[in-house]
């Protein structure tokens, strides 16, 4: 019994040492890069596209990137005598009602109508909309002008395409879209055809909207009608006759809705056609708008709430082989697996205390990236972990380049 024992101890006192051994010998050691010098390689293909917008369609880059927040303010313009549009309690609310119902709208995208039969796929919109409040009054605001409260969109009095209200009352226009809701002319002004109907027109980074208010209409009639102006300052066209940049926009009659037969037996339901439905975005359309987020400096991103500046602390983790030809902003630490690869042929925004971590056998090319802060701040670098003989690897460039890196102190 007692030799019995004592095998058993022997064994379990073997298993340890080599269980130590083995921890010992998979220890990993890192390197800190901070800068290209001893990376860079003149054997990457030079010509890398980031400009094509089916790349920045949520659909691909969706689970890489969180929603964009898209800054918005209100302007309820009236008559002097306070008798053409809602009062503060009904304005407030008329908003309250129509940004929730835009944004589930945005956030329900719908199969494409046309064409008949076709395969174009869903994805999610990833942009919704936030009322700006930091500019006082709740960003919603109330004008009492009889020169520039109305709205004409044809007749002598036509002013569709005005620009002097915009200029008067718009609050922070080159980071918040201004929304103008306008009382149509008083019928004593219009034209014998003149049509009172909810409508609107983007101009620059502010649209007006008019109607809502004489057709005594429920604030959800009108969400797509905001989302399609929107629409238009975000970079999309008209798609039904014009060339908007897309294949998957097809041209077609613009019936406002279907009939039994003939051209309009199909209506569309694009959001950026004149349609009773414009609950459809096409992969192309949110690849054109994501594309313009993604733009550094350009008039979409700086209407944005830069929510990629605070780390998110779940990583990204890269399996396979993954490659990046889009414009990217990350907030969370990118690690890259054994056997796995991330090339990045972009420009990469990695968020303050973010990392790149390549795992041993795994590699990280850099071809023609930028990698940097878009905020101001500094992340902390790519870090090569070897075990053994087996490295992480990173290969970069000669165009690609390297910022605002926080450099390790050493002690």
Excluded at 182 to 190: A, F, N, S, V
Excluded at 351 to 368: C, F, K, R, W, Y
Aim: include cysteine.
């Amino acid at each position: 019994m007692k030799s019995y024992r004592l095998k058993f101890l022997l064994i379990i006192f073997t298993l340890v040492i080599v269980s130590l051994n083995f921890n010992c010998s998979s220890s990993k050691q890192s390197v800190v890069v901070t800068q290209l010098d001893d990376f860079y390689s003149d054997e990457l293909d030079a010509e890398n596209s980031c400009s094509d917008p089916l790349l920045y369609s949520p659909c691909l880059i969706g689970k890489y990137s969180d929603a964009k927040l898209i800054r918005i303010n209100f302007h309820f313009m009236n008559s002097e005598d306070k008798s053409n549009n809602y009062a503060p309690k009904e304005g407030t609310e008329v908003v309250r009602q129509l940004v929730k119902n835009a944004n589930l709208r945005l956030s329900s995208n719908e199969k494409m109508n046309l064409p008949i039969g076709n395969d174009t796929p869903v994805c999610p919109p990833s942009y919704q909309y936030v009322l700006q409040q930091d500019h006082g009054e709740n960003g919603i605001f109330y004008h009492y002008n009889d020169e520039l409260c109305f709205f004409a969109n044809k007749g002598k009095h036509r002013n569709n395409y005005d620009y002097e209200v915009i200029k008067k009352y718009s609050v922070g226009l080159d980071s918040v879209v201004n929304i103008f809701m306008m009382p149509h002319i008083p019928q004593k002004m219009r034209d014998k055809n003149y049509s009172v109907t909810s409508t609107g027109v983007a101009l620059g980074t502010a649209l007006k909207m008019a109607g809502l208010y004489e057709t005594n209409k429920k604030p959800w009639e009108v969400a797509t009608l905001l989302n399609h102006e929107i629409g238009h300052i975000l970079g999309l066209r008209h798609s039904w006759n014009t060339d908007d940049y897309c294949t998957d926009t097809p041209r077609h009659s613009n019936c406002w809705s279907s009939r039994v037969k003939g051209k309009c037996a199909v209506a569309s339901n694009n959001a950026m056609d004149y349609n009773n439905s414009q609950m459809a975005w096409t992969p192309c359309q949110l690849g054109v708008i994501h594309k313009s987020f993604n733009q550094l400096e350009s008039k979409q991103r700086n209407l944005l709430i830069p929510n990629w500046c605070d780390k998110n602390n779940t990583p990204i983790i890269i399996e396979g082989h993954v490659v990046w030809n889009q414009a990217l902003d990350i907030n969370q630490d990118i690690i890259i697996l054994t056997g796995a690869s991330l090339t990045v042929a972009c420009r990469l925004h990695m968020a303050a205390n973010t990392s790149i971590t390549v795992e041993p056998d795994g590699q990280l090319i850099l071809n023609n990236a930028q990698v940097h802060n878009d905020c101001g701040q500094q992340w902390n670098g790519i870090q090569l972990l070897s075990k053994g003989k087996k490295k992480g690897v990173l290969v970069a460039s000669v165009e690609s380049i390297l910022s605002d890196i926080q450099v390790p102190i050493i002690e």
